[in-house]
């Protein structure tokens, strides 16, 4: 049998293809060489996110008291510190959300107390942590520490995930665990590759129609948990559950087909199939359970003993089923139908919610937190200070070329970066309009920056050019053109590049102010509104 592999850049070709989107047979190229490199540059830009989050992080506060959503969930994590490990909800009734994140905002809280820093604290360092991760992921699908780094750039300067990393509210605990998830992924996908390249190697491919089977797939597994725990702390999670299995299905049939099984689709049916849905449906069930370890512990839980009372008997087609698990369906229930009845046509509006369709490009944001009496420090005789979860435009408003971009590469190049990007991205936006009469706002959307942020990356690095893979060392004329553009469009590559990267971080820069509630001016304030959407 020839082997394919695939086309290496050379001065003739002039670094065309630097990697083939979908090889006849993968090349053993499986990531970047220049750890070294690699681990400075990502921790570099980490500790300039981490700045950037724990900057200030306690304030502002409502009078020494959470502001905005954080009014539910910094309570309720100190709820679980002090009362046995369970939260309630005096104001609803009921607890609305798994108990993750509040688990999460529990932990900064046993460290510095019920204050700011002590309900953010661990917001802040998870929405650091996403962009470690994302800079690695990037890097690992590119293999390209210079585009990785754009990808840092890019989620450092977001609006919506700062905004989300100083906040005592949910969504970052879960784009942590989405993003992480997807990490796994990404590294599963060269792991089964690396494995069946040296069954390639041995000869063995032939043995089965359906191919070798892979063993056990630590990284798989270790996505599971992590949607597990997305699961435990927005019921949202399941949409990234359902994505991430086709996700990795697909990438197994294309591992099967890359080296020439016979029966690459029944191969994955028979050899892939069953695990994966253990790994990453059966697992996250069964973590999700798990968070609730203390609900199951604790003798006041809400809905704890519900089974055999007036809600609900002990007969029935489910009664063979643990009173603690139908205790926990029905609890459940009861707040799936909270949730249903949080709609528009039943008389619930907010002046701030938005609709999925306003969400790539952030037409309408998300104001936490506005002061205007007593505030001082603008140089003016009035200030105000605001926090408003907004993208930054020169992110968010290139969204849907971006997209469209991405769906172009992955239709007609068969491109797999732009492809799971998409598959990560549509999870976290495409659901939301099965129930569009609920109410909807835009922190909603946090998850989908980590994959905006990937895609205008990726966009980037091909209008940067091809480069030789990061850490492949070159001699003599070969070594040259690595650092000479080798034409005048790679130069204009450069220089759009690094003009875009200027343009985000000024703008950001700008929004400074009213992501963080920096004293400023009525007029400074409203020159940063720049759409009727804004106000």
């Known amino acids: 049998m020839t082997q394919v592999t695939e086309t290496r850049p050379t001065a003739q070709n002039n670094g065309a293809a630097l990697s083939s989107p979908a090889p006849l047979k993968p090349s053993l190229d499986l ?7 690699g681990w400075v540059v990502t921790l570099v830009l980490t500790a300039i996110a981490a700045f950037t989050r724990f900057l200030m992080l306690g304030y502002p506060t409502d009078g020494k008291t959470p502001v905005f959503d954080e009014k539910h969930y910094a309570p309720q994590g100190w709820q679980i510190l002090t009362g046995g490990g369970v939260e309630d909800n005096p104001g609803y009734g009921l607890v609305v959300h798994p108990p993750v994140g509040k688990q999460m905002i529990a932990f900064g809280e046993a460290i510095f107390g019920y204050n700011g820093w002590g309900w953010r604290f661990t917001a802040a360092l998870c929405g650091t942590i996403v962009v470690l991760l994302v800079i690695r992921i990037v890097r690992r699908m590119t293999r390209s520490t210079l585009v990785g780094a754009f990808a840092g750039i890019l989620l450092i300067a977001d609006g919506v995930t700062f905004v989300s990393s100083r906040i005592g509210m949910l969504d970052i605990f879960q784009t942590l665990f989405v993003v992480a998830a997807f990490g796994c992924l990404i590294v599963d996908r060269d792991d089964i590759r690396a494995r069946m390249a040296k069954v390639d190697a041995e000869g063995r491919m032939g043995d089965s129609p359906y191919g070798p089977r892979l063993g056990v797939r630590w990284w798989r597994f ?17 949409y990234f559950v359902v994505a991430f299995t086709a996700l990795s299905l697909a990438f197994d049939v294309a591992a099967r087909r890359g080296y020439r099984v016979r029966l690459p689709w ?8 069953g695990p994966t849905v253990y790994a990453l449906a059966v697992v996250p069930v069964l973590v999700y359970l798990a968070t609730f370890w203390a609900w199951f512990a604790n003798e006041t839980s809400y809905d704890r003993w519900v089974v055999g009372g007036s809600k609900l008997g002990r007969d029935g087609m489910f009664s063979w089923v643990p009173d603690a698990l139908r205790s926990l369906w029905y609890y459940g229930s009861e707040v799936l139908t909270f949730h249903e009845g949080l709609t ?4 619930n509006h907010h002046p701030w919610e938005s609709k999925p369709w306003t969400w790539p490009m952030g037409l309408r944001p998300m104001l936490y937190y506005y002061a205007d009496t007593n505030v001082t420090g603008c140089g003016q005789s009035q200030c105000v200070k605001a926090i408003m979860l907004i993208g930054t435009p020169a992110i968010w408003w290139v969204a849907l070329p971006v997209l469209a971009w991405a769906l172009w590469r992955t239709a007609v190049r068969r491109d797999w970066r732009y492809a799971t990007v998409l598959v990560g991205y549509g999870a976290g936006l495409l659901p939301w309009f099965l129930s569009l009469d609920r109410q909807m706002y835009f922190f909603y959307a946090v998850p989908l920056a980590p994959f905006l942020a990937m895609g205008v990356a990726l966009v980037l690095g091909d209008i940067l050019g091809h480069a ?5 060392r070159l001699s003599g004329a070969a070594a040259w053109q690595r650092f000479t553009p080798t034409s005048e469009r790679q130069g204009l590559g450069l220089l759009i590049v690094c003009l875009y990267l200027a343009v ?3 703008n950001f820069i700008w929004l400074w102010p009213i992501l963080t509630a920096y004293p400023i001016t009525p007029g400074d304030w409203h020159d940063r509104l720049w759409l009727p959407s804004w106000r």
């Open 504 to 506: 985000v971080i000024a």
């Open 344 to 347: 528009n046509s039943a008389g």
């Open 31 to 37: 990531g970047p060489t220049d750890r070294m490199r």
């Open 222 to 238: 270790g996505a599971g948990v992590l949607l597990g725990l997305a699961c435990g702390t927005k019921w949202s999670g399941l």
């Open 468 to 472: 030789v893979p990061s850490g492949r």
């Open 266 to 273: 029944q191969g994955t049916a028979v050899r892939d199939l």
